[in-house]
């Protein structure tokens, strides 16, 4: 599976992930998409490395897209959870002065 595809699997995942993950969703639709689109370029780039299949099976099997929403969960988790560290830092330092 080419590059484009991923890309376009990355929007949909994006998407997808956004839903999925719980919590406030503290991004915007880009920042969404830019991360679908890494997570599903990561997370086909680690299932070829893991399962040693070339190009995962093609852009319309259900592994690919599970592969593609699961990537763009995990960096939306993150996401999340460095953001809201930064914006309880910034609040918790403030107000003890």
Same mark, same amino acid.
């Given at each position: 599976m080419g590059i484009l595809a991923w890309i376009i699997l990355g929007l949909? /995942?994006?998407?997808? /992930?956004?839903?999925l993950v719980p919590g406030k969703d503290s991004q915007g639709l880009i920042i969404t998409l830019v991360l679908g689109i890494a997570? +599903?370029? #990561?997370?086909?780039f680690v299932a070829t490395q893991v399962f040693h299949v070339a190009g995962i099976q093609g852009f319309f099997n259900l592994s690919t897209w599970v592969c /593609?929403? =699961?990537g763009a969960g995990? =960096? #939306?988790l993150a996401y999340n959870l460095l953001t809201?560290? $930064?914006s309880s830092g910034?609040?918790? $330092? +403030?107000?003890? $002065?």
């Open positions: 949909v /995942a994006g998407l997808v /992930a956004r839903m997570g +599903a370029l #990561l997370g086909g /593609a929403i =699961l995990v =960096l #939306l809201s560290r $930064r910034r609040t918790g $330092r +403030a107000s003890r $002065r």
